[in-house]
């Protein structure tokens, strides 16, 4: 199996920065296209960012120019580099990807969500 572990959350205070990782572990032979999302309570869970196994990326319009998203396949692992952060920010941010494990299966992983609170 594989798991995604998410971390780097907190209460923070508007205009501050925060990094958020993705862990990926398990038998794992490859990752897809790594992606960030989040959802604020009563709300839909909506695409943050992306970035592809080659370095690609793509943001939400919402978060362009603040956000930084990055991945060092080596570690399995995919960042989130959080600046100028503002209160509509706040929400559990989630890691997801698609990943092929040694044996060959091809699944959709999700993390359990990490906390960014923005406040004044």
């Known amino acids: 199996q594989v798991q995604l572990v998410e971390s780097g959350g907190g209460l923070v205070q508007a205009g501050d920065s925060l990094r958020l990782s993705c862990a990926a572990s398990g038998s794992i032979r490859s990752i897809g296209t790594m992606m960030w999302y989040r959802q604020a309570p009563g709300k839909q869970r909506d695409l943050v960012a992306t970035?592809?196994?080659?370095?690609?990326?793509n943001y939400a319009d919402s978060v362009k120019g603040r956000f930084t998203i990055s991945r060092v396949n080596a570690k399995n692992t995919a960042y989130l580099q959080m600046n100028s952060l503002k209160v509509e920010d706040t929400a559990t941010y989630y890691c997801?990807?698609?990943?092929?494990?040694?044996?060959?299966?091809?699944?959709?992983?999700w993390g359990q969500g990490t906390q960014v609170t923005v406040s004044t």
């Open positions: 997801n990807a698609p990943v092929t494990t040694t044996n060959g299966a091809f699944s959709d992983y």
């Open positions: 970035i592809t196994s080659a370095g690609i990326t």
